[in-house]
């Protein structure tokens, strides 16, 4: 590989990642905008949410096991015009079907960005540097998504409308089609398994390659739930909502970086235990939280889940290694996929505890009501009322949330005791 500038790679290839970042924060910050301008409830916007991060995983099992016969390089372009064009019908959408149709495009690019540059980064930094890397290029989700959220929220001070805000999306396109553009990338892996059969086999036979997806599901949704959620959770809890969610993915980022000496101190098994013992604790302390607490349960919020989303796929890289490119494809797009079949799901739970909460004010919100009809009965209650409901619902929320957490606390905590039998001995450092 030494004709490969694979800096420069690098460098594209986290460009990418913050795009998919961006995409992810701006959506998160004009789901009011959308609300207002398309008159949607939280049910549809929990369906935009779910296409945004649907095609993901429509990609990541699509497109990953043709890593081994396209290589990086179609994919990245592949990557390049969804974005591209993904965006381009987005900010022109005339309805809510163009809305749903355009992100699913988006979020495609967003998983082939996946698809593509996991393993090629395994593939150019292999033994030691695997980890290493795979933290630093993961560093740009929750770095892009601090970028996302500043601008948005500096956007939101200008009065400049939400297409203007996604528009900022343009720039990380160009910067990595620019980056990539001439540049040769690398074809024969060393350290990862170039066999689709061989893939395949491992992955259908390895019954910790089936925990860890359940895994994946549950962190997953632990991290990225949240973050979609949060303007409209944390809207009323006496906090901004982007400045949270600008927080946390900050030092998320800055934890991500340091990522490999972390590792290198407890093990991918050890940090991934302590990683939802903490999330679990964060979110509980979030549900509780007003004004400036918010704040205070954000940063332990961050730390818990710092680490979930790059050493699951180190752990997939390290110690399932046969299952090769689409193995570390496979495992982020079951990451995504359960992600989006929670998107309406949480917005579920968002309606249903407003009507219980309604109802418990003294209000009659017939239940099961949903969508424009339960906007309408809603909208009869007076604004500050309103807003202790929507407060309470948005707690209740989050410890809905907090059982998955929970939930990976035993199982990891099972992996890490038993983590000398039935794991690979990772590199040494």
């Known amino acids: 590989m030494s004709d490969i500038n694979k800096s420069r790679l690098f460098l594209g290839s986290c460009f990418a990642l913050i795009t998919t970042a961006m995409a992810f924060a701006i959506r998160a910050g004009i789901m009011n905008n959308l609300s207002d301008d398309f008159n949607l409830s939280d049910s549809q916007l929990g369906w935009i949410n779910f296409t945004g991060i649907f095609g993901f995983p429509i990609a990541t099992l699509g497109v990953g096991p043709l890593y081994n016969t396209l290589g990086p390089k179609k994919l990245g372009w592949i990557a390049f015009g969804s974005h591209l064009l993904g965006l381009i019908l987005f900010i022109f959408s005339p309805n809510y079907i163009s809305l749903l149709l355009s992100m699913g495009l988006i979020s495609f690019g967003n998983g082939t960005v996946?698809?593509?540059?996991?393993?090629?980064?395994?593939?150019?930094?292999?033994?030691?540097?695997?980890?290493?890397?795979?933290?630093?290029?993961?560093?740009?989700?929750?770095g892009g998504i601090v970028i996302g959220s500043l601008l948005a929220l500096m956007f939101n001070n200008l009065d400049l409308g939400w297409q203007a805000?996604?528009?900022?999306?343009?720039?990380?396109?160009?910067?990595?089609?620019?980056?990539?553009?001439?540049?040769?990338?690398?074809?024969?892996?060393?350290?990862?398994?170039?066999?689709?059969?061989?893939?395949?086999?491992?992955?259908?036979?390895?019954?910790?390659?089936?925990?860890?997806?359940?895994?994946?599901a549950l962190t997953a949704t632990t991290e990225l739930g949240t973050q979609s959620w949060v303007e409209r959770i944390l809207g009323n809890a006496g906090a901004n909502p982007l400045l949270v969610l600008a927080l946390v993915t900050g030092i998320m980022a800055v934890g991500r970086f340091w990522g490999g000496e972390i590792v290198h101190r407890l093990n991918i098994t050890g940090v991934l235990l302590g990683s939802a013992i903490v999330a679990t604790i964060a979110l509980v302390l979030m549900s509780q939280a007003e004004g400036a607490m918010v704040y205070v349960a954000a940063v332990l919020f961050a730390i818990g889940v710092c680490y979930f989303w790059p050493n699951m796929i180190s752990f997939v890289a390290v110690h399932l290694p046969k299952t090769g490119a689409f193995g570390m494809s496979l495992i982020g797009g079951v990451g995504m996929l359960a992600t989006s079949i929670f998107q309406p799901i949480i917005g579920g739970w968002l309606e249903s505890s407003k009507i219980e909460n309604a109802n418990a004010a003294g209000f009659n919100i017939p239940e099961g009501l949903s969508g424009s009809a339960l906007n309408e009965a809603l909208n009869v209650i007076p604004a500050d009322q309103m807003s202790n409901i929507e407060l309470a619902a948005g707690q209740a929320t989050l410890d809905n949330i907090a059982i998955l957490p929970a939930i990976l606390i035993v199982i990891f905590g099972i992996l890490f005791a038993m983590r000398k039998k039935i794991l690979l001995a990772e590199p040494a450092h």
């Open 165 to 216: 805000k996604m528009s900022l999306m343009f720039i990380p396109i160009a910067i990595y089609g620019y980056l990539f553009w001439g540049q040769k990338f690398p074809e024969n892996a060393q350290n990862i398994s170039t066999s689709n059969a061989e893939n395949f086999k491992s992955i259908f036979t390895s019954p910790l390659y089936w925990v860890m997806l359940i895994c994946m």
């Open 114 to 142: 996946e698809a593509a540059f996991n393993p090629m980064i395994a593939q150019m930094y292999s033994g030691e540097k695997t980890t290493k890397m795979l933290n630093r290029f993961h560093v740009w989700f929750p």
